[in-house]
């Protein structure tokens, strides 16, 4: 990842009407960071998008992509910035390798490169031995890979995906962020929006957390985890015998400690594993299990709407 901005927005707003959808949206994104956008129905993911993509004028604030404006300079970024709504159209009376063939002569990729351009995106989205079959007869996951596939072709620098995996069957879902995550590392810059937060767990440095209109948080998940109170590390623990709402507490680093299913769910702001340990059979418990994991997103995500929610009431 570098640190050259390639998306920027100041004070993004768009008003509908008298209904404002957003409602001054600042965002700095590096090259080659994967980004989630997130938030309830109606927070403005999409009119934002719509904005950085230069398909809706601003009411107010400015948009640079890649140092362009992309309302102004939409030809300099056409070639640059690739677009996967949740349900990617295709001619379906053409076949796969035919759609990105026509998609390559908008794109004005040049003739002596489109073909094997193609076959390396096919056979990169496993769609090779289907590439001359109509796109009417492809799966949802299919179709998903092939909008993948025409990213891939055009050699954009960035993807905005629309909840790429809605509608997605686990393994679909699974091939499709793999896809993801090796568009990634070949350094694409890549924002998606999406309600799946195990998804956005698995692929995204940080997340920016959309709430009418604006957007409350941006950070990683352990960045949103420490600011609403909890750990960055959450620590299962099973042990007989003792209190761990007492004892746990006491510990240095310790934020939280509740009973969860049977075991004791601790956060903290580091390892503490060996303190708790040392604790439990210092006060004569029998320590059974201790399990370290990350903060999870959806712990943090529920956390941080209900806090808004109770704020707000
Ligand atoms: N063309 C439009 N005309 C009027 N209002 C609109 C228009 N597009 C969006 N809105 C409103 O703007 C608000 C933000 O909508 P937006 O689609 O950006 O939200 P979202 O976060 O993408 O929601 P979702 O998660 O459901 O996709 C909503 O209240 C929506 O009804």
Redesign the pocket.
């Known amino acids: 990842m570098s640190d050259t901005v390639v998306i920027e927005a100041q004070g993004l707003a768009k008003q ?1 009407g008298q ?1 404002v ?1 957003v409602d001054g949206v600042d965002l700095r994104v590096r090259a080659g960071e994967v980004i989630g956008l997130l ?1 309830p ?8 998008i719509l904005m950085l993509l230069g398909l809706t004028e601003p009411t107010r604030g400015s948009v640079r992509i890649l140092g362009k404006d992309p309302l102004r300079e939409p030809l300099e970024l056409k070639c640059d910035v690739g677009y996967l709504p949740d349900a990617v159209g295709f001619y379906e009376t053409m076949t796969g390798r035919e759609n990105l063939a026509y998609m390559a002569r908008l794109a004005a990729i040049p003739r002596s490169a489109v073909e094997e351009r193609i076959n390396s995106a096919l056979s990169a989205v496993h769609l090779l031995d289907v590439a001359d079959r109509l796109t009417a007869t492809y799966s949802r996951g299919m179709r998903q890979r092939l909008g993948i596939a025409e990213l891939l072709m055009r050699q954009c620098r960035i993807a905005i995906l629309d909840e790429p995996t809605s509608g997605l069957d686990p393994q679909s879902t699974q091939e499709l962020l793999d896809l993801i995550q090796k568009l990634s590392r070949s350094g694409m810059t890549i924002l998606l ?1 999406s ?1 799946m937060l195990d998804v956005v767990q698995t692929i995204c440095h940080r997340i920016a957390l ?1 709430n009418n209109g604006r957007i409350g948080f941006f950070g990683t998940i352990e960045e949103l985890a420490a600011e609403i109170g909890g750990g960055t590390y959450v620590i299962d623990v099973e042990a007989d015998g003792v209190d761990l709402s007492t004892l746990a507490t006491a510990v240095d680093g310790v934020k939280s400690v509740k009973p969860v299913n049977g075991h004791w769910q601790c956060e903290a702001v580091r390892d503490v594993r060996p303190q708790l340990a040392q604790r439990i059979v210092a006060a004569g418990g029998a320590l059974r299990n201790l399990d370290l994991r990350r903060a999870r997103l959806d712990e943090a995500y529920g956390r941080y709407f209900g806090r808004i929610t109770n704020d707000s009431t």
């Open positions: 509908y209904h959808a938030g129905n109606g927070a403005g993911k999409t009119t934002t929006s309600h959309f």
